[in-house]
């Protein structure tokens, strides 16, 4: 396994109006990854604007000023490429992975939608893609059983006025209510070259993809007075737990147990992702080896534990469990409850800590094995962390943590006192 957690070379520039470029060459296909992140998510958004971030994902694919309402996707797919975009609470980056001759058509495509979106922006645009996040919010949100878990667990970790207490999802009322000059307004402003990171990965030559950039980039003026995001690092504690108990169409009863941790990117992150491993990913895990395959009170498929990867404020760590039949959610919540209390006083084995750190190594490599995934987390570092080449230290910090680092987090953060519990009952249970 190599020494640093990324092999391949990165080059970096920063063009005049301060868009800055990253640059990792890899010759073995002729594949080029283009990816493009911008310094706005959910906890950018001013009260009266949730839900601003989302929406842009879907409106910078409705046309700009040299490129059709939906063009820009079928130029890429009839290029033999792929592409896509998503939105989280830190950020908004699109992407495209297309063969090596059509680098250009790709980076043509980004800087067009960045300094031309908003001339082009229309009524009837806007008023389409409203009713399509309204329509995704029903999908994936409101008519799936457990579906608004995340909704709920956001209020419950962080209070009113924290950048992470809304979903990026937001309010469909703050969606309705906004004008066009509105959403105009919030385009130009975060939607800026030095408010972006262009990232581009594989058969491609440096010098010459930062040639491209400047010449469909630099004349895209850069905005001077880019409002900070609220400071969100600190969340007063409270000194007693939240609790949500949600009767709904669900099959099951399901408990979710979550805590704030550390910010992304920082050596306490690193225990928390070493710590969710052991906790709750795969068969392996304390919490299937206790509660599906001992106790066997939860079911199987339906258990497990991940942190959700926030780099501005702590990060959740969120433990689940779905019970089986004939379980109730109290003793299912008690179950995992002990479970996340014992990580304090039940020392973590070696062969625990080895699991966990080879699952870790074999997900961070499969990652790092395709030219999107490696431009992705590339444009991530540049933005969040000011340098790309950090992205070579995570693995090996994550590889350093040690059971005694873990045990200390787990005394530490993973408390009863500052715990948020969200339970689901079915409806014919009330």
Known sequence: MPDSGYPWPIETTRLDNGLRVVVSEDRTAPAVAVNLWYDVGSRHEPDGQTGFAHLFEHLMFEGSVNVAKTEHMKLVQGAGGSLNATTNPDRTNYFETVPAEHLELALWLEADRMGGLVPALTQETLDNQREVVKNERRQRYENVPYGDAWLRLLPLLYPPGHPYHHATIGSMADLNAAELATFQAFHTTYYA??????????????????????????????????????????????????????????????????????????????????????????????????????????????????????????????????????????????????????????????????????????????????????????????????????????????????????????????????????????????
């Open 193 to 430: 070259p030095n408010n972006g990171v262009l990232t581009v990965v594989g058969d491609a030559d440096t010098a010459e993809v930062f040639a491209l950039a400047d010449k469909y980039f630099g004349a895209i003026p850069a905005r001077e007075d880019i409002p900070v995001a609220p400071d969100g690092r600190t969340v007063p504690a409270t000194g007693r737990p939240a609790v949500e108990t949600v009767t709904a169409d669900v099959p099951a009863p399901r408990v979710y147990v979550a805590h704030r941790t550390h910010p992304y990117g920082t050596p306490g992150y690193d225990v928390t992702t070493v710590l969710a491993t052991v906790l709750g990913t795969g068969r392996g895990s304390r919490l299937y080896q206790r509660l599906a395959d001992g106790e066997r009170i939860a079911q199987p498929d339906l258990v497990g534990a991940y942190g959700v990867d926030l780099a501005h404020g702590p990060a959740p760590l969120i433990a689940t469990a779905t019970a089986r039949p004939g379980v109730t959610a109290d003793r299912l919540a008690a179950g995992l409850a002990d479970v996340v209390d014992e990580l304090a006083t039940v020392p973590v084995t070696a062969a625990e800590l080895d699991r966990a750190k080879a699952l870790l190594s074999t997900q961070w490599w499969r990652h790092m094995s395709t030219v999107d995934g490696r431009a992705d987390v590339l444009g991530r570092y540049a933005t969040q962390f000011g340098d790309p080449a950090k992205i070579g230290e995570r693995l090996p910090a994550w590889l350093a943590v040690t059971a005694e680092q873990i045990a200390e987090q787990a005394a530490e953060l993973l408390g009863a006192a500052d715990r948020a519990t969200l339970t689901y009952l079915p409806e014919e249970t009330s």
